[in-house]
């Protein structure tokens, strides 16, 4: 279980809808597991979302975005903060489902 980024209820890890607030919840491009608001990051080429700890150690496996195949420097990938672009990513990918 981790938190819905949404409304903070506990979520299965694997579920992609959040019981508690209805919100579609994004999943790791990596992972397939939802996204965790203190842990994300979007590839730097195809803005997909991530587990940004989860996609730092693929790329120590394969250099590869899994989604777009573009080669990754990991020193791109930066973590979203928990704040207002967390927030914003959220309304967007809400905006999308």
């Known amino acids: 279980f981790s938190q819905c980024p949404h409304c ?3 979520v299965p890890d694997y579920e992609l809808l959040c019981s508690s607030c209805q919100f579609a919840l994004p999943y790791c491009i ?3 597991a939802h996204v965790i608001r203190d842990d994300l990051c979007l590839c730097p080429s195809c803005n997909f979302p991530a587990i940004h700890s989860e996609f730092l150690k693929y790329l120590t496996i394969d ?3 899994p989604m777009c195949t ?3 420097d ?3 990938l930066m973590k979203l ?3 207002v672009a967390v927030d ?3 309304a967007q990918s809400s905006d999308m489902s």
């Open 74 to 76: 990991g020193s791109r």
């Open 8 to 10: 903070h209820q506990r």
């Open 81 to 83: 903060d928990s704040g």
């Open 88 to 90: 914003s990513f959220l």
């Open 30 to 32: 990596v992972t397939g």
């Open 70 to 72: 573009t080669r990754i």
């Open 63 to 65: 250099d590869t975005c």
